[in-house]
């Protein structure tokens, strides 16, 4: 990844079940060891499937309209200033 710049960006609800905090600070140490570019963000409330508003048990407002906007901001290439 890092020979193309691009930067591996990670989001996780804290509450998520399929992932400890411990393990989500292990990935991002790996990834640091590894010279990987990345950022990991976790919401500590946010529960798995925090980003789905079809679920609304776990949907979190808040958390999800930061991530789904960090999400765009990965994905839209940066432009030269007009």
Do not use: N
Request: aromatic residues 8%; contains cysteine; glycine residues 8%.
């Amino acid at each position: 990844m890092a020979a193309y710049r691009s930067t591996l960006l990670g989001i996780v609800g804290g509450r998520d079940f399929l992932i400890s905090p411990d393990e989500w600070d292990c990935l991002g140490l790996r990834l640091q060891q590894a010279g990987v570019r990345h950022e990991l963000i976790d919401y500590p409330e946010a529960e798995h499937g925090f980003l789905c508003e079809d679920r609304p048990e776990s949907h979190d407002v808040d958390a999800s309209g930061d991530a789904w906007k960090r999400l765009l901001d990965a994905l839209v290439p940066l432009r030269p200033a007009s």
